[in-house]
C-alpha cells in the first residue's frame, strides 16, 4: 500500500505542474487566484499521501479530480462562433483530463482495498 501512496502522491505533484502551465495563459486574477488554489491543493494532497496516506487524503484526490474532470469536460467542448467549430483542447488541459481519471481510479482501488481489509475484533460477516 505504501507503493501506491507514493504513486499517488507523484500524480498530485504531476498535477499541481500541470496546474502551473495554465497559469501563464492571460487569464483574469481571479482565474490565477483559483489556480494557485488547485496548486495548493494537489501539493498538499500530494504531501499527505506521500507522509501518511490516509483515507482522507485518498478521498480528497478523488473528489478534487471528480471535480476537476466535472469542470474541465464541458470546458473541452466549448465552441466559440461557429456551432460546429470546437475549440481545440490544449495539450495540457487533456494530460490533466487523463491524470485525473487515473488518480480517481487509483483512490478508488485503494479505498476499496482499505474498506475490505480484516480487522481484528470485528465480526466476519462474509
Not at 8 to 27: M, P, Q, R, T
Not at 37 to 45: E, G, S, T
Not at 98 to 108: D, Q
Amino acid at each position: 500500500m505504501r507503493l501506491a501512496c507514493r504513486v499517488g502522491a507523484l500524480f498530485a505533484v504531476g498535477s499541481a505542474v500541470l496546474h502551473g502551465f495554465s497559469l501563464g495563459g492571460g487569464h483574469s486574477v481571479a482565474m490565477a487566484v483559483l489556480t494557485l488554489a488547485m496548486v495548493a491543493a494537489c501539493l498538499y494532497c500530494a504531501a499527505d499521501l506521500w507522509t501518511r496516506g490516509t483515507e482522507r487524503a485518498w478521498v480528497l484526490v478523488a473528489v478534487m479530480n471528480l471535480a476537476m474532470i466535472g469542470v474541465h469536460l464541458p470546458m473541452s467542448a466549448h465552441h466559440h462562433g461557429a456551432v460546429s467549430a470546437a475549440a481545440p483542447t490544449s495539450v495540457a488541459m487533456t494530460a490533466a483530463t487523463l491524470l485525473a481519471v487515473v488518480e480517481v481510479v487509483l483512490a478508488t482501488v485503494v479505498l476499496g482495498v482499505r474498506s475490505r481489509r480484516y480487522e481484528p475484533g470485528l465480526p466476519d460477516v462474509t
